[in-house]
């Protein structure tokens, strides 16, 4: 008689049991949101005195429920710092949204893997809904579709991967070998993640070619066709145009209708970092800029940011939804399935992922509990505080407004009288203003380059952010830039 194994029950918590983790955890998120106004931003933390509080031995059996509440206070109320609070303005990293939250707890609940529709029937059919949705928000034809990545630099490299496969028949097997070199052009302005992109995908990151841009920061499309051209000219074979729609430095939109005239004159791929700007897709007032993004071949663009969803949600789109298997489906002999259960879409076939979570449940139960009205108000929002800073800026006789806002992009330096005409003194002075800014608690934000010059950027993609809070960046920003001028001095 084989010895028959004894239950081990250790690890599967009774509901009971999960009651009592959930009702604790979701206690310390409502005091979260309840506190959040109030908590500093972010503080000067210090790594060695987190790893101290933080940095738990593994215990051998159960920490005790005291303890482990403890443990989580201390890690939400004393090593955290807050993209949700109202004075988060920095980089472009949404701020949550609540029902994001509540998904991500059930998506982990149901724990399904979406890499295929048998073992995540719902979940499939839900990102698939919702990604055709948004791709008709861009205007992209009944044949789109797309799926949910980790964060923007995976959904750009998707489309960059399906442009490359476009480009070179056998890419897939035999690498770019055989034949002439491709190249993908994008403005000096795009995001580094494209360099990172062709790095990956064998082209080698001089394979994006810079295009110089306007004064208004947007790819010159008379750039774009010489360098076509003169790639053409050598023998180099254009593989992906790539324009963004909402730079990450000041918010340019790139000219999307000339730009895919240009693509689709030479058969280009023409693939649209919308990462950021994406979102202005879902506000009626905004959606006339993003005009010519309906030619896309493929659009990358974040839930994170302006959809104010919680970390992580890149979302890939794209014009042709066989794209993707074309370019990532593969055969594993472990996932056979008969052609008789074979049903709706395997997401593991279509990009980089095998198993996946359910990342587009926060997009979409988030959708649900607003509604797109709400969204719409809120990007537009952001969009008119954003103008509303550039107007303070302007107002403000030490400060400096270094490029017209765009989207919810606000670019401004601390520029008093006496250093107006010593760009290298106010770089020095506004990188330790900000770096002041940062650990000072009120209020939170970063920095963009601009034409050379360092300079302070709010956007707003904060679901939190109020005309006060922008008032605030300004003075606390002017507090730190008088004190740090005086001391320089
Ligand atoms: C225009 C643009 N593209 C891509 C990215 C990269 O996105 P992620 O950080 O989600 O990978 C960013 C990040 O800010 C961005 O601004």
Known sequence: MPRRPEPVRDLAWSPDRARELGEDTVELWVELLARLPELPVS??????????????????????RGELLRHLRALMFEGSMYPGHPGFLAYISGSGTVPGAAADLLAAALNQNSGG???????????QHLMRWLAGRFGLPPTAGGHVVA??????????????????????????????????????????????????????????????????WQMRPEALA????????AGVVPAAVIATAGTTATGAIDALPEIAELSARHGTHLHVDACYGGAAVLADELRPLLAGIEWADSIAVDAHKWLYTPLLGGCVLVRDARHPAASFA????????????????????????????????????????????????????????????????????DFELMAPPSLSICCFRYAPGALRRDDEALDRLN???????????????????????FC??????????????????????????????????
């Open 431 to 453: 990188e330790r203003i900000m770096t002041a800014v940062m650990a000072d608690g009120r209020v939170y934000c970063s920095n963009a380059v601009v034409d050379g010059r």
């Open 117 to 127: 529709f048998r073992l995540s029937p719902g979940a499939t059919t839900i990102e």
């Open 330 to 397: 593969t055969e594993a002999t472990y996932i056979w399935l008969d052609d008789e259960l074979r049903q709706g879409v395997d997401v593991a076939m279509h990009g980089p992922d095998f198993s996946r979570g359910f990342a587009a449940f926060k997009i979409w139960l988030s959708l649900l509990a607003h509604g797109r009205a709400a969204y719409a108000r809120r990007i537009a929002h952001d969009a008119a505080l954003a103008r509303y800073l550039g107007e303070l800026v302007e107002e403000h006789r």
């Open 43 to 64: 503080r000067d933390f210090k790594a060695e005195e987190l790893h101290a509080e933080l940095a738990l031995e593994v215990p051998e059996e159960p920490l005790p």
């Open 151 to 216: 964060g923007g630099a995976v959904a750009n490299l998707v489309g960059l991967k399906i442009a490359r496969d476009r480009a070179r028949d056998g890419a897939r097997e035999r690498g770019i070998r055989d034949g002439p070199p491709l190249a993908f052009y994008a403005s000096t302005e795009s995001h580094v993640i494209h360099h990172r992109a062709a790095d990956l995908l064998g082209l080698g990151s001089q394979a994006v070619r810079p295009i110089p841009v306007d004064d208004r």
């Open 456 to 489: 302070l950027r709010a956007c707003i993609v904060n679901i939190r952010t109020e005309a006060e809070h922008l008032e605030l960046l300004l003075e606390v920003a002017a507090e730190h830039g008088a004190r740090l001028a005086a001391a320089a001095a």
């Open 226 to 233: 010489a360098a076509i051209e003169r790639d053409l000219h």
